[in-house]
């Protein structure tokens, strides 16, 4: 039985803590890496990243590696993509290889319904077209764990460009399964019409008293070409300036799943701010995406 | 003294039979990669590909990793090539790092003359100009040799490109030395003009019911601009076709080395059709690369 | 208490001398990789170079591999840095993800300045700008002290465009600290304009019968764009030619840092010349680096 990791939705919230738990174990060994080292020893992952990113690719291999397994990196512009390979193929040969795991990034929403037919290792989402990203839902929920005594009822504001945001999307998924209640802010063309239980859409400066946490987007001006943004208005309505940040009530704190925009959707002060997280995300996500490799691997069914 | 693995013409039958064997030997014991991984340990290999290559390069690096050696990648691209090194000094460099074997790719047909110089570790070909992949060729005799009691006497066509294919190329050296008869089959354009013992023109379709294997190549589209070719007209002369598979004979078998074209030179649903060994021949080229590197590492004269 | 390996000027003739030892040890045991592969084991650096390089990032991947430590290579062209992430960010969040050590070429003199705001690993300077390339300086001073019975007094010429030159840079600072004398030959326009008790302009074919070394350096035509400059009348004026090589007195050695162009500022045939030590300083490199990983993970003080 192979075990994927595509979506937080096919997980069940005891699948979810058990992840939670088994990061905050890594997190509570990072200065022994021996104790670490022999989990996935002889193991070897595939990095395979059709669009550019630093953090996530990177956070995987340094995951990898913290657990004794291998990792190559698989850069689809010096390879037979130029050719004119489709990425079933690519995938399918890494697979002969004898990889023990794929983990891919693709611009595609539907990338992985494409990719049925390679059934032989665990594939592992890091990033699909604009819905998913669900090691970053991972993260955030780990976060967010670390912070407050329950997931349940807590109040988060994400406020940006939400309709292409995968990291949006994974903890709109995040939300229903836990109870939290989600405050979508930003332009209004660049927020999908949600209103539900569990997702409303808001005023920032009418939420931001309210929420435990605030996830400000970046700024994706690469996807939606032809939007006129002049950066300051943007960092007017819609940055965490200074002024925001004293509007946020007690133990509430900012989260963002960089690359940021300093200036832009957040002031440059604000990144380091004590309030912040931001770093804090980018070290939680090495022990989810720790956890994700290890489970992926580990015998059992899907409901492990 | 160094032990070079340039090309298939300087090893004898025994050499390659041993090669062949010991990939076998890593074949069975895959699942138990502790068996493996202390062979090379501490070694350390430089993959270097002038050309792109997603199946060698990860291939190698695959191979090395399995047999606990390290692998460091230079892309020539970030590189001094960019400051006008040649290959000479790039790779003297390398050498001087105190790698313990170079793996190169490119597109001279004559760079390993060049690098005579470089004596002080092994050279290991990766593909290089027009006539020579001797990696690729040891991995399509071990995948002939897993199918059939011997290779002596066993049939071949090689359909396509066969004038810009070092795939062919490697195979038909095999080919003499092992006593197998090929079939070269495609445009007329593209079809070298050898006809000795072992080595034919034929038309494909009249060969089709005789043959052990079809190695179908892709059309290097890169390798000769000008050249008009219709993909549909291609595909109706030379393309292998659910019917064309359905006139081979029992326990004949498919090849194709990869990057594969579908609807071109193979139909889409014909590359995982019961007779193709086309993914297999991945899996077997990490068996038959871990040979090779640990040949190369080995005490012993050439010889051995 | 992080220690950093940013400019040879920080550190003392002491801890110099205590790095040159180590390398030399490491180049004595360069046959015996067990004995050294336990040093850094479970440490992981990350090697971010926004220029190309060859030489350099590979010998510090090899470095680090041999002592047993793992290392990510970042690619800027491949990341957030499209998405027009700062370089203190992109650092900021490698450090984030619990690296242990950022190595880091990049074009900008004060780039380390830029970055004090990091402070949890320690940084390594791979050559920043036109003026620091510390572990070049090491590797040369060790080159230096393999030749001869010590540094204090020697004399090296170094000939080229040294107002572009990090390697001139940094060997003029060791010069200072060890009491070498140094002459610095090549075009005017590409001279600083420096005469003190060290460092003196000199004609070359005045000084290359007196000097124990002569250092040549590269045209980095990259460099200085605008200026006129004939390739063979640079090599009739400043190129190290067979005969000027012939002027130099016995058990003088040659240097260059790589990548060189040959028949430009150093003959085809001088190269490999039994003088040249350009090959031996990129073995050296390896351990002068071994070195300094070591060094900058090593408990205790800066003065250590």
Request: aromatic fraction near 6%; hydrophobic fraction near 40%.
């Amino acid at each position: 039985m192979i075990k994927h990791f595509l979506s937080l939705n096919s997980l069940s919230t005891d699948q979810i803590h058990g992840l939670i738990q088994r990061a905050q174990f890594f997190s509570r060994h990072q200065k022994q890496p021996d104790k670490i080292h022999h989990l996935l020893q002889h193991k070897l992952f595939a990095n395979v990243f059709y669009e550019p990113s630093t953090r996530t690719r990177c956070s995987f291999e340094v995951a990898a590696k913290r657990l004794g397994a291998e990792i190559i990196n698989f850069v689809p512009e010096n390879s037979s993509v130029k050719k004119g390979e489709t990425v079933y193929d690519t995938l399918k040969s890494l697979e002969s290889l004898g990889v023990d795991g794929i983990i891919l990034r693709h611009s595609d929403d539907n990338i992985f319904e494409s990719l049925s037919g390679l059934n032989t290792c665990p594939m592992i989402n890091a990033g699909a077209g604009k819905h998913e990203h669900p090691s970053q839902g991972l993260l955030d929920l780990l976060t967010l764990t670390q912070e407050f005594p329950k997931l349940a009822g807590l109040k988060i504001a994400i406020c940006g460009d939400i309709k292409h945001s995968r990291v949006a999307g994974s903890l709109m998924i995040a939300a229903e399964k836990f109870g939290m209640e989600i405050h979508l802010c930003g332009p209004e063309s660049l927020i999908p019409n949600i209103n539900n239980t569990f997702i409303k859409c808001s005023e920032l400066d009418n939420v931001l008293p309210e929420v435990d946490a605030v996830m400000m987007l970046r700024i994706q001006l690469e996807r939606h070409e032809g939007l006129e943004l002049d950066q300051k208005t943007y960092f007017e309505q819609f940055g965490l300036s200074n002024h925001r940040v004293s509007l946020m009530k007690e133990k509430s704190i900012i989260l963002h799943p960089g690359p940021f925009n300093r200036g832009i959707e957040i002031a440059d002060e604000v990144v380091e701010h004590p309030r912040s997280r931001i770093f804090k995300q980018m070290t939680n996500g090495v022990f989810a995406r720790m956890a994700i490799l290890e489970w992926v691997l580990s015998k059992g069914n899907e409901n492990d």
